[in-house]
């Protein structure tokens, strides 16, 4: 079994920042999996934010360039996302998802909740 575990979601004001982090547990390769963070704002389809891939490279919605941050540390299994210069469009459910390449397995995290608000 793996698990995704997800924490740092809070209410923040516009123009603050988060960290969120998603950690991996139980049998995953993780150092060769495409990690990324998606988000699911209410009434909407679930949506990319951010991915990264097991060499480094990262991948990027436009409406967050310059302004997010997706890393990896592959040794704590754990994937980050720092979030700067938040705008209340940015209010979501942010989730964890891995990916191992050319195969069927995914995984999920629970979600955690980023809102941006006066």
């Known amino acids: 079994q793996v698990q995704l575990v997800e924490s740092g979601g809070v209410s923040v004001q516009p123009g603050g920042s988060l960290q969120l982090s998603c950690t991996a547990s139980?049998?995953?390769?993780?150092?060769?999996?495409?990690v990324a963070w998606y988000l699911q704002a209410p009434g909407e389809q679930r949506g990319l934010v951010a991915d990264?891939?097991?060499?480094?490279?990262?991948n990027y919605a436009d409406s967050v360039k310059g302004r997010f941050t997706i890393s990896r540390d592959n040794a704590k299994k754990t994937v980050h996302l720092q979030m700067n210069s938040l705008k209340p469009e940015d209010t979501a459910v942010y989730y964890c998802h891995a990916e191992l390449p050319f195969s069927r397995n995914s995984y999920w995290g629970q979600g955690t909740q980023v809102t941006v608000s006066s």
């Open positions: 139980g049998n995953v390769f993780f150092s060769m999996n495409t």
């Open positions: 990264i891939i097991s060499s480094g490279a990262t």
